[in-house]
């Protein structure tokens, strides 16, 4: 793992920008430090979507339900919806923690199958579980509902949760549960190169990071 190479690194990095202080500014300065990292894509809040899809070929990611996942099924929908529109090629939806906690898994598919049905087939939908926030069988049972319903990704952590971010463990459970069927996002506390291949090396097939620049230098 030692000998992945920084382009290699570079494309399973999601560079992410989630502060809701951010600006204009800070965006573009996102987009130009994406392309010169050449990273696999650029993850920002709804309102930036059609910014970042006009001024970066790089893929677009968006974030749904964002960061508590108590939105209503129909509002997260929409806005995936119209993340999609404006040209994300992926959305980052944050599943209902209450959900989990309560066993509510039907209630978990449900809304899940909503953000589904809401974009195009092509659209990667990648599920936030919240997992250092969980047991780890409500991370197997997130894992396996998420699967059933259509995600392309199980992903870790919002990164705003005061239960922490990804942990190794958590994306080997997760990467245990879901196969290679699909993706691991570890997200959340990702700031050095170390640790990033030491996601990796756990199963995740992408990372989400606002210390790219740091990763790919280390």
Do not use: Y
Not at 50 to 55: A, C, Q
Not at 113 to 128: F, H
Not at 190 to 200: D, S, V
């Amino acid at each position: 793992m030692e000998a992945l190479d920084r382009a290699t690194l570079a494309l399973v990095i999601d560079h992410t920008l989630l502060t809701p202080e951010a600006t204009s500014a800070d965006i573009v300065a996102l987009c130009a430090e994406a392309d010169e990292l050449a990273v696999g894509a650029v993850c920002v809040s709804p309102n930036w979507v059609s910014l970042v899809h006009k001024i970066t070929k790089i893929p677009v990611a968006s974030v749904v339900g964002f960061p508590s996942g108590s939105h209503l099924p129909g509002i997260k929908a929409a806005e995936a919806a119209q993340a999609v529109s404006d040209g994300a090629s992926e959305i980052d939806m944050v599943a209902n923690l209450g959900f989990v906690l309560d066993s509510m898994w039907l209630e978990l598919g449900d809304e899940i199958s909503a953000v589904r049905k809401s974009i195009s087939g092509s659209t990667k939908l990648k599920v936030i579980i919240e997992s250092a926030a969980l047991t780890d069988e409500q991370i197997v049972m997130s894992c396996r509902v998420a699967v059933a319903h259509g995600a392309d990704f199980v992903k870790t952590s919002t990164g705003f949760h005061k239960s922490g971010g990804a942990s190794v463990h958590a994306v080997q459970l997760m990467r245990a549960t879901v196969g290679n069927s699909i993706g691991v996002k570890a997200s959340g506390g990702i700031r050095t190169r170390e640790l990033a291949l030491e996601m990796i090396k756990a199963g995740a097939s992408r990372l989400g990071t606002s210390a790219t620049g740091e990763i790919l230098a280390g």
